[in-house]
């Protein structure tokens, strides 16, 4: 069965335009927020790994910044889903939530990359133990 996501003919033509220009922000937040994602895992986040090794010596990184050292690849990945799925949704003519839904997914995984990143920074500071001592 093929659900079809067109819009409902009761809408008048101001309607209509109000909701192409909001379509058309959000997936340009979402194209914009895909490559500043793209960006911290492609390039930022081999420079934190460099930091992490001057800095921590041989003391071990907590389980969540790992797997964002060692599953990056699969994140820059990511980093392309939510602008194609933005785009397919804009296709098919999808309701206005559906965009805002992969709009906070994309802003969930950000979150899920940068605060692991931050997080051997904070216990540093927390610890009080000055950086590789």
């Known amino acids: 069965m093929k659900t079809d996501f067109h819009m409902p003919k009761s809408h008048t033509p101001l309607q209509s335009r109000t909701s ?3 379509r058309g922000g ?3 937040v979402i194209a914009l927020g895909s490559l500043m994602l793209l960006f911290i895992t492609a390039w ?6 460099e930091i992490y090794r001057d800095m921590l ?5 907590p389980s969540a910044t790992l797997i964002v050292l060692h599953c990056r690849w699969l994140l ?3 980093a392309f889903v939510w602008p194609l799925v933005g785009f397919i949704l804009i296709q098919r003519r999808a309701p206005l939530g559906y965009l805002f839904l992969i ?4 802003l969930i995984s950000f979150l899920c990359v ?3 990143l931050f997080l051997p920074l904070v216990g540093t500071l927390i610890s009080g133990i ?3 001592q």
């Open 20 to 22: 192409a220009f909001v």
């Open 26 to 28: 959000v997936i340009t």
């Open 44 to 49: 930022m986040i081999p420079q934190y790994s």
């Open 57 to 61: 010596g041989a003391r071990p990184l």
């Open 76 to 78: 820059v990945g990511l």
């Open 103 to 106: 709009l906070a997914l994309l």
């Open 114 to 116: 940068m605060i692991p």
């Open 130 to 132: 000055p950086p590789n």
